[in-house]
C-alpha cells in the first residue's frame, strides 16, 4: 500500500514550529488545512497575476484549473463503488469524445486558421496543418517513452503496480496538451471561446477520473486516496494552461500554432485511445451515438458561447 500524500504533507508541516499544534488536529482537520492552504495561495497567486501581470493569463490559468479539477469530481463515485458496468463506460467515454471533437474542430480549428491567415495571408489553412501534425508527432513520441493504456474493463487489473502507476503517468502527461488547448485559447483574448474550451475539457476529463479512480480501487487503494490521485492526475492541465496562455499573450505569432498543436494532441487521443477503446468489443452502438451526441452538445454550447 502506499503511503497517503496527505500523511507525507502532515508529516513534514510537523517539522514547523506550529507543528505540534498541527499534528494535535483530527486527520480531518489536518486535511482541511491542507486544502484551505492549497487554496488560498493558489487564490492569492492568481490575484497577484491578475493585478500585476496580466488579467488573460490569470483567468486562462484559473479556467484550466476548473477543467482539470473536473477530473476528481468524475473521480468521486469511486467513494461508493469498485466498478460499473462496461456500456456505462464506453457511453460516458464517447460522448466525451463527440465534445472534445467539437470543441477541436470550433474552438481551435476554425479559428486558427483565422488567426494564421491574419498573421500570413493565404498561408493560414497550411500553419495548422502542420501544427496539427505537431502536436500528434508529440504524443506519438510521449507514448513511445511512457507506454499508455487508457482504461481497464471494468473487473480487471493491472497485473503489477508499476503498471498502475504508468497508466497514472501517462493520463497524466496526455492531459498536458488540453491544459494548454483551454490557455492557448484565452490567449487568443476571445473569453467566450476560451470559456467553452474549458468547458469541453472539464467534461472530458469527468468520465476520466473515474477511469483512473476505480482500476486503484480495485488494486486495495483506500477509496479517498484513489480520488485524490485521479486529481492530481488533472491538475497537471494548469501548468499546461499557464504556460500556452502566457506563451501567446507575449508571443501572438505563436497563437495560431499553439491552437494547432493543441489540437492535434486532442485529435490523436480522441482517434487513437478513446474511439477505439469504446469499439475495442465490438461494433458498440450507443457509444457511436454518444460520440454524436456529445459533438452536437458542444456544437450548440460553442455556437451559444461566441455567437455575437
Same mark, same amino acid.
Given at each position: 500500500?502506499? $503511503?497517503?500524500?496527505?500523511?507525507?504533507?502532515?508529516?513534514?508541516?510537523?517539522?514547523?514550529?506550529?507543528?505540534?499544534?498541527?499534528?494535535?488536529?483530527?486527520?480531518? #482537520?489536518?486535511?482541511?488545512?491542507? &486544502?484551505?492552504?492549497?487554496?488560498?495561495?493558489?487564490?492569492?497567486?492568481?490575484? %497577484?497575476?491578475?493585478?500585476?501581470?496580466?488579467?488573460?493569463?490569470?483567468?486562462?490559468?484559473?479556467?484550466?484549473? =476548473?477543467?482539470?479539477?473536473?477530473?476528481?469530481?468524475?473521480?468521486?463515485?469511486? =467513494?461508493?463503488?469498485?466498478?460499473?458496468?462496461?456500456?456505462?463506460?464506453?457511453?460516458?467515454?464517447?460522448?466525451?469524445?463527440?465534445?472534445?471533437?467539437?470543441?477541436?474542430?470550433?474552438?481551435?480549428?476554425?479559428?486558427?486558421? @483565422?488567426?494564421?491567415?491574419?498573421?500570413?495571408?493565404?498561408? #493560414?489553412?497550411?500553419? &495548422?496543418?502542420?501544427?496539427?501534425?505537431?502536436?500528434?508527432?508529440?504524443?506519438?513520441?510521449? +507514448?513511445?517513452?511512457?507506454?499508455?493504456?487508457?482504461?481497464? @474493463?471494468?473487473?480487471?487489473?493491472? +497485473?503489477?503496480?508499476?503498471?498502475?502507476?504508468?497508466?497514472?503517468?501517462?493520463?497524466? =502527461?496526455?492531459?498536458?496538451?488540453?491544459?494548454?488547448?483551454?490557455?492557448?485559447?484565452?490567449?487568443? #483574448?476571445?473569453?467566450? *471561446?476560451?470559456?467553452?474550451?474549458?468547458?469541453?475539457?472539464?467534461?472530458?476529463?469527468?468520465? @476520466? #477520473?473515474?477511469?483512473?479512480?476505480?482500476?486503484? &480501487?480495485?488494486?486495495?487503494?483506500?477509496? @479517498?486516496?484513489?480520488?485524490?490521485?485521479?486529481?492530481?492526475?488533472?491538475?497537471?492541465?494548469?501548468?499546461?494552461?499557464?504556460?500556452?496562455?502566457?506563451?501567446? $499573450?507575449?508571443?501572438?505569432?505563436?497563437?495560431?500554432?499553439?491552437?494547432? %498543436?493543441?489540437?492535434?494532441?486532442?485529435?490523436?487521443?480522441? $482517434?487513437?485511445?478513446?474511439?477505439?477503446?469504446?469499439?475495442?468489443?465490438?461494433?458498440?452502438?450507443?457509444?457511436?451515438?454518444?460520440?454524436? &451526441?456529445?459533438?452536437?452538445?458542444?456544437?450548440?454550447?460553442? *455556437?451559444?458561447?461566441?455567437?455575437?
Amino acid at each position: 500500500m502506499m $503511503s497517503n500524500p496527505f500523511d507525507t504533507l502532515a508529516e513534514k508541516l510537523g517539522r514547523l514550529p506550529l507543528g505540534e499544534k498541527y499534528r494535535g488536529l483530527p486527520s480531518l #482537520g489536518q486535511k482541511l488545512i491542507l &486544502v484551505s492552504s492549497i487554496t488560498f495561495f493558489t487564490s492569492a497567486l492568481l490575484a %497577484f497575476i491578475y493585478v500585476f501581470v496580466d488579467r488573460t493569463i490569470a483567468i486562462g490559468s484559473l479556467a484550466s484549473i =476548473l477543467a482539470g479539477l473536473a477530473t476528481g469530481l468524475g473521480a468521486l463515485p469511486a =467513494l461508493f463503488v469498485r466498478e460499473i458496468t462496461r456500456k456505462t463506460l464506453y457511453t460516458l467515454l464517447g460522448g466525451a469524445a463527440g465534445v472534445m471533437l467539437a470543441a477541436t474542430a470550433f474552438s481551435l480549428i476554425v479559428p486558427g486558421i @483565422e488567426y494564421g491567415n491574419q498573421l500570413w495571408p493565404g498561408w #493560414g489553412i497550411y500553419v &495548422v496543418a502542420l501544427g496539427i501534425l505537431a502536436g500528434a508527432a508529440f504524443l506519438v513520441l510521449a +507514448d513511445g517513452w511512457l507506454p499508455y493504456e487508457r482504461f481497464l @474493463e471494468p473487473g480487471e487489473r493491472f +497485473d503489477s503496480l508499476r503498471k498502475v502507476w504508468l497508466f497514472i503517468a501517462a493520463v497524466a =502527461l496526455h492531459n498536458l496538451p488540453e491544459g494548454g488547448a483551454v490557455g492557448v485559447s484565452f490567449g487568443s #483574448g476571445d473569453w467566450r *471561446n476560451g470559456i467553452a474550451l474549458a468547458i469541453a475539457v472539464g467534461l472530458q476529463n469527468i468520465p @476520466e #477520473g473515474l477511469a483512473v479512480a476505480l482500476p486503484l &480501487v480495485a488494486l486495495g487503494y483506500r477509496r @479517498e486516496q484513489a480520488v485524490l490521485i485521479a486529481t492530481l492526475t488533472g491538475l497537471i492541465e494548469p501548468i499546461g494552461g499557464f504556460l500556452g496562455v502566457a506563451l501567446v $499573450s507575449v508571443f501572438l505569432p505563436l497563437l495560431p500554432i499553439g491552437m494547432a %498543436f493543441a489540437a492535434g494532441a486532442m485529435l490523436f487521443v480522441i $482517434s487513437d485511445d478513446i474511439i477505439p477503446e469504446t469499439q475495442s468489443r465490438g461494433k458498440a452502438r450507443y457509444a457511436t451515438f454518444a460520440v454524436m &451526441v456529445g459533438f452536437i452538445i458542444m456544437m450548440i454550447l460553442d *455556437n451559444l458561447m461566441t455567437a455575437n
